[in-house]
């Protein structure tokens, strides 16, 4: 919701899709060699945050222009990539994590619709998908009004509500306890250009997770892997892993998920390997040997 606000009320924010592909080319081919292998996926995304600059998109006095950014759009682009305070607390949680947009999501595939201001309701194939999906929990199961401006919408004015959807729909507890006490095993796997689901709140829940049991104890039953190139079901690496057989042995034979092998099941790439590299570990290619085969790369966390 935020994020929309942000691009349909400020004027001169949004961007069409050619813009959305621009910025995209622009990320892959300024980051895409910093794992040590150009194959279209961006597993150094520390390097990528710190190293992109957007500021080279910028149109000459920060205007208008068919093929750069304005002063508006880069600012909208910044706060897309931006952590966001949500003005009050959901589930122990006052912060929404960035978006990878500029780590490599393919941002044509989470549109910014097709037009500068979006329909009342929002439509899905003609509006801003990141606003589409707040718009549809604020409108019906917040307000409970088919005709509210969400534009308009201030969380801290509807708190209460707010709070008991968080209680329906989040699962933000760090706290697993109860569900380590009888044995269970946990994978988390997430791709690095989910655009439906920010990975980045799956990592801030993993880090409280990891706070509240420490790091060696939390591996004994809980791992998780961050995979360069995943979407949400798609994108440019489609991890091909059978994660129940890996489920099973680590519950039922007690031989935890060490070192996985992930084929991509991507159509353009199928076939190629990597390594399952656990958070905060990425794939970096080791300099020699078929960059498409998992025992070129070595997980590192640099």
């Known amino acids: 919701m935020l994020v929309g606000q942000s691009l349909y009320n400020t004027p001169g924010a949004w961007m069409p899709p050619e813009k959305m592909a621009m910025l995209h080319e ?16 961006i597993a150094n995304r520390p390097a990528c945050r710190s190293g992109f600059k957007i500021a080279g998109l910028r149109c000459p006095g920060g ?10 759009q880069i600012g909208f682009v910044g706060g897309f990539a931006s952590d966001r305070k949500l003005g009050i607390t959901l589930s122990g949680v006052d912060t929404f994590a960035r978006w990878p947009i500029l780590e490599g999501a393919d941002m044509l595939r989470f549109s910014l ?17 990141v606003y ?36 329906t729909t989040d699962a933000s507890d760090p706290d697993i306890s ?15 250009i989910d655009t439906a689901v920010t990975p980045y709140n799956t ?65 353009a790439t199928a076939g190629r390997t990597r390594p399952l590299c656990e958070y905060p570990a990425w794939p970096k290619y080791k300099g020699a040997g078929d960059a498409a085969a998992a025992a070129s790369f070595a997980c590192v966390a640099e």
């Not at 622009?26 to 996926?41: M, R, T």
């Not at 205007?63 to 508006?72: I, K, N, V």
């Not at 037009?115 to 801003?128: F, I, L, M, W």
């Not at 509240?212 to 004994?220: K, N, V």
């Open 132 to 167: 589409f999906m707040g718009d549809q929990l604020t409108r019906y199961a917040v307000l409970g009004d088919a005709k509210a401006d969400t534009l308009t919408f201030k969380a801290a004015d509807h708190a209460a509500q707010l709070e008991a959807a968080s209680r």
């Open 203 to 267: 990592i801030a829940y993993w880090e409280r997770v990891q706070a509240r049991f420490g790091a060696a104890p939390l591996r004994r039953f809980a791992r998780f892997f961050l995979v360069p190139g995943f979407g949400h079901g798609d994108g440019s690496f489609v991890v091909g892993w059978d994660a129940l057989a890996a489920l099973d042995a680590w519950v039922e034979k007690g031989q935890g998920p060490d070192g996985p092998v992930a084929g991509d099941t991507a159509r």
């Open 26 to 41: 622009a990320v892959i081919a300024a980051c895409d060699g910093l794992d040590g292998a150009k194959d279209g996926l």
């Open 178 to 192: 109860r569900f380590q006490a009888r044995g269970g095993k946990l994978i988390l796997v997430h791709g690095t």
């Open 113 to 129: 619709g097709k037009q500068a201001r979006p329909s009342v309701p929002p439509r899905q194939a003609t509006d801003a998908t």
């Open 63 to 72: 205007g208008e222009g068919p093929a750069c950014l304005s002063d508006a």
